[in-house]
């Protein structure tokens, strides 16, 4: 799990490549329901606009599904200079060794990966959930606060709990999911090792009090708390 093992390429047309090849050893079977320990993991950037210039931060949550409860947090700081520039739809090369860091630290394994971002739900079918998730070769589970990629299949109803099916064409890859009545939809996708109905109905399990699934709101909130502390 250690940051130097992934691989980081030296182009855009390489990491193009790369996800196309990453993308073909995703396996979309599979059901994380009776997982019990979750990594969950986000990560916190300075921005062009932030006053801090400090690393940039990942967070491994570690959840614990029978007693709804976080065991252990982790956390990983890397200067911009050893990251993968910032490009939309290249996201997993520039956080994937800041999770992986987070996670080689925590003191047990997790069974599957809750990453915010996306699986399959991808241009090359590879977001950061997928990559990580063949990376490693755990289930994994994208979950992504604004839509990339794909198409609703039908408009979404605004109560919480509603679904519809994100379509590449006539190809499922992932479900617009409401979490709350009238918040903005989340867009929940496998990443490897997990069935399209099964990734929606994990997220499902682990809906709380707020917009994310309680274990990625932990991760998020751990996230930009260590940011502001300067990593």
């Not at 290249?90 to 971002?117: H, N």
């Not at 499902?204 to 300067?230: D, I, N, W």
């Amino acid at each position: 799990m250690h940051p130097s093992h992934f691989a980081q390429p030296s182009s855009l047309q390489e990491a193009a490549g790369l996800q196309r090849a990453l993308a073909e050893r995703v396996v979309l079977q599979g059901d994380p329901g009776q997982a019990r320990y979750i990594g969950a993991l986000d990560a916190s950037h300075p921005t062009r606009f932030s006053k801090q210039k400090g690393p940039s931060v990942a967070v491994a949550v570690l959840w614990d599904r029978q007693t709804g409860a976080a065991l252990e947090v982790a956390w990983a700081g890397l200067d911009e200079a050893e990251l993968f520039p910032y490009v939309p739809g290249y996201l997993s090369f520039r956080e994937a060794p800041l999770y992986l860091a987070a996670l080689a630290r925590l003191a047990r394994a997790p069974e599957v990966l809750l990453v915010d971002g996306h699986g399959v739900a991808h241009p090359r079918g590879l977001g950061i959930a997928a990559h990580l998730g063949v990376h490693l070769n755990l289930p994994a589970v994208g979950v992504g606060k604004t839509l990339l990629f794909g198409r609703p299949e039908d408009g979404l109803p605004p109560q919480a709990g509603s679904a519809v099916r994100l379509m590449d064409g006539e190809r499922q890859i992932g479900w617009l999911f409401r979490s709350r009545s009238g918040v903005r939809p989340l867009v929940v996708s496998p990443g490897h090792r997990v069935g399209m109905e099964e990734s929606l109905a994990f997220v499902r399990s682990l809906t709380g009090k707020t917009r994310l699934p309680e274990p990625l709101r932990l991760a998020h909130a751990q996230a930009g708390v260590k940011r502001r502390l300067g990593g």
